[in-house]
């Protein structure tokens, strides 16, 4: 099983509408959790940390669930601009590595 | 403004010709990382460092090696390099091992 697992989508939204991506993790000792947003061909970008009790960030919520490993971003209001690749990122412990685990990636493409 | 640069941002070589990466971050940080990330893999951590004279392999390290003579650099080699190798490259720095990473632009490389 992979550390971090996202569905890579595309999700693909008309402006204006709502989504929402899960991420699911396998380390149940993970300590940190991170959405970054990452453009074609560029670096990722970190959107928000995830904090336990739920954390909100203008149109960005994201939300913590500990007891089913898994960690979830909502997106309301949907701009053409959100359009890009979102990682999942974990902290992990494997084989002594300590060292943050990025997923994937899920895809969003928002259209007009 | 602090940040994190790499060079070059494009690279064309050889198979068998050493090549060495650039690294360069004026956060202070102590730890630094390198990924390398190419379709369907998502972010993969090739070497990383929790500080100057420490280094750790990563998950896909075989190939490349790292130094860390001082904060600010960790210069990522590529010992002879392979086609499997064509890639990009990002690196990264944190303030501490589970806090948020801030990445460099990245180099791409192309091994022919």
């Known amino acids: 099983r992979k550390e971090v697992e996202q569905d890579p989508g595309p999700f693909n939204v008309p402006e204006g509408a709502t989504v929402a991506f899960n991420c699911t993790y396998s380390n149940s000792a993970s300590q940190s959790f991170f959405w970054y947003r990452q453009d074609c061909r560029k670096e990722p970008k970190l959107l928000m940390s995830v904090y336990s009790s739920g954390n909100e960030d203008g149109r960005f919520t994201a939300q913590l669930n500990r007891a089913s490993q898994y960690i979830s971003l909502l997106i309301r209001d949907s701009k053409l601009s959100d359009s890009a690749t979102y990682l999942c990122?974990?902290?992990?412990?494997?084989?002594?590595?300590?060292?943050?685990?990025f997923g994937s990636g899920t895809r969003l493409q928002v259209q007009p | 403004d602090a940040e994190i640069t790499q060079s070059p941002r494009h690279k064309i070589t050889e198979t068998g010709r050493q090549v060495t990466l650039a690294c360069h971050q004026t956060?202070?940080?102590?730890?630094m990382f390198w990924y390398r990330q190419d379709l369907g893999h998502g972010l993969r951590l090739i070497h990383y460092s929790y500080g100057v004279q420490d280094t750790n392999k990563g998950e896909v390290s075989d190939g490349y090696s790292v130094s860390r003579s001082n904060t600010e650099d960790l210069p990522l080699t590529l010992e002879s390099a392979a086609s499997s190798q064509t890639s990009v490259y990002f690196c990264?720095?944190?303030?501490?091992?589970?806090?948020?990473?801030?990445f460099g632009p990245g180099t791409r490389l192309t091994v022919t």
């Open positions: 990264a720095s944190s303030e501490g091992v589970y806090y948020e990473q801030y």
């Open positions: 956060w202070n940080h102590n730890n």
């Open positions: 990122v974990v902290n992990g412990w494997d084989t002594g590595r300590r060292a943050l685990t």
